[in-house]
């Protein structure tokens, strides 16, 4: 099976532009989560969606948004870019069997560099 | 103070020593806990999870839960040079819809 895929693999913006970013889960995870990492960070939550339904937020402002489709993929939207937004942004996928067991597993990442 | 708290290292040990990682959480109704490898410029990789109290092993890896002291360690056997990496600790928390990571541990395996 493939595991989870995410594009674009690289994205240069400027300042005060948006971003989509794309995810697709690992096939039959209902769950996708994003994350945003700086250099020398661990991971920062930004979003769970399961079946496309909002379910968790991290301390990120509304610049950031995102929705989960019918067949689970996901895109993540940044809106008025600004340079502290530069980060490798994570997608990670799980089951969702038992909310407490089911462990996720990443995509590659976007690499987003802000201008 | 930070929700899940790793000591971010560097970490160096010489190739075949054992390498131990800890971690320690604030948050005490969590409930799963995992370990990630990440390699420079790569996505995170899951290693070890753990949910009961004691020791789990699988392979060369042995992940390690106290609740009570709210910590998780890690423990590497036989280091290889190609386990160099960071290494991530992962806490969910409670109701299951959101995972905090720490900063992540530098290990260094010196051949």
């Known amino acids: 099976d493939a595991g989870v895929t995410q594009s674009p693999t690289h994205l240069i913006k400027t300042r005060g532009q948006h971003v989509t970013l794309r995810c697709s889960p690992i096939?039959?995870?209902?769950?996708v989560s994003w994350y945003q990492q700086v250099l020398g960070q661990g991971p920062q939550f930004i979003f769970q969606y399961y079946e496309k339904e909002e379910r968790g937020r991290g301390n990120f402002p509304d610049r950031f948004s995102a929705r989960q489709f019918p067949n689970y993929s996901s895109e993540l939207n940044v809106n008025a870019l600004l340079l502290g937004d530069s980060a490798l942004y994570l997608c990670a996928s799980k089951r969702v069997g038992h909310l407490f067991t089911d462990t996720q597993y990443f995509g590659p990442g976007t690499r987003l560099t802000v201008l | 103070q930070k929700e899940v708290e790793q000591n971010s290292g560097p970490l160096s040990v010489p190739e075949g020593a054992i390498a131990s990682l800890n971690c320690t959480y604030s948050?005490?109704?969590?409930?799963?806990f995992f370990w990630y490898r990440q390699y420079s410029g790569k996505s995170p990789e899951l290693i070890m999870f753990i949910y009961s109290n004691g020791d789990k092993e699988d392979g060369r890896f042995t992940a390690q839960l106290n609740k009570a002291s709210q910590y998780v360690s890690l423990l590497i056997r036989d280091s290889q040079p190609s386990d160099s990496a960071t290494y991530l600790c992962?806490?969910?928390?409670?109701?299951?819809?959101?995972?905090?990571f720490g900063a992540g541990t530098r290990l260094f395996v010196k051949a």
């Open positions: 096939s039959g995870h209902k769950s």
């Open positions: 948050d005490r109704g969590s409930q799963s």
């Open positions: 992962a806490v969910a928390h409670t109701g299951g819809f959101k995972t905090i």
